[in-house]
């Protein structure tokens, strides 16, 4: 699922990370909390602008997600 007209647009790396990330493992996607009656949290995967940011903010989701990804493998 492409989040641009034109998947070339896209950010490689964030590309990796939205079709490879564990969306059951928390770790890796950012908390949103939910306002209803019952508060909750939910989670969900990073924009790409967010994705970019974190990368330069989160030595170990660097790590994971930046450059080397394909050496953790």
């Known amino acids: 699922m492409s ?3 034109n998947v070339e647009d896209e950010n490689p790396l964030w590309r990796h990370y939205v079709d490879n990330v564990d969306r ?3 770790k890796w996607l950012k908390e949103v909390e939910i306002t209803t009656p019952f508060p909750s949290k939910s989670f969900s995967i990073y924009s790409e602008e967010e994705f970019l940011e974190k990368l330069k903010v ?3 989701f660097a790590k994971k997600w930046g450059d080397d990804y394909s050496k953790d493998k």
């Open 3 to 5: 989040y641009k007209l």
């Open 24 to 26: 059951v493992d928390t």
């Open 58 to 60: 989160d030595d170990e």
